[in-house]
């Protein structure tokens, strides 16, 4: 080997080796963008996926709404079997399919508006983060009832949302696009129509907890049995 490739630490070696067979990662637009605008939002959304994936763990098939471009499905397919990531818009879906392929990731990526259809299969559980509040209220019932139809009765369905009472701090990018934002007491009370037991957790920058809700930058609840409706 060249030296040149020849850590002076052995057991970093591996990572040279790596990388000299399978090139550096691309993260994706999404992350790239994150990475160059403002690094610490990524460590919010790997801590996101991360509750997601201890909280999910073990399960089979597993949905994620909202997926973008699959960045955070990673830390997923670590710890469940499969998962299904489903996402409005084509060029997400293309990267994501396009990079999943190529380093044989155990998941697929559909295009899928949920407020227009469900997606297709069923799941033990499923996942949906920063996109409850980019959905016209109008139609927030159908991003609900199109999640429900495919999750099994005693399905699991976890959803992360920025808090209203955050609002005021938030980027005004993030203002314009943020039209349908919950508190800790709308968001369950939405959620319990839907579902028998919901949780909700409080979360502030990479700490999930449960302190007091007013306070919280996020929010995450997780459902737990599908009510029957419609």
Known sequence: MNEQTRSKEAQYQIQFDTLQEMGSVQMGPYASHSWRSDPRRLTFLLARYKFCSKILAGKSRVLEIGCSDGYGMRLLLQTVEFVHGVDFDPLFIEWGTKHAQAE????KFSVVDITEQAPSGNYEAAYSLD???HIEPEKEH???ENICKV???HGVFIVGTPNITAAPYASEWSQEGHINLKSADTLKTAMQEYFHNVFIFSMNDEVVHTGFYPMAHYLM??????RQFG
Do not use: K, S, T
Not at 104 to 107: E, R, T
Not at 221 to 226: D, T, Y
């Open 104 to 107: 044989g990731l155990n998941c």
């Open 131 to 133: 996109l409850i509040e």
């Open 221 to 226: 609840a997780i459902g737990v049995g599908v």
């Open 142 to 144: 159908l991003y609900w």
């Open 151 to 153: 999750l099994e009765p």
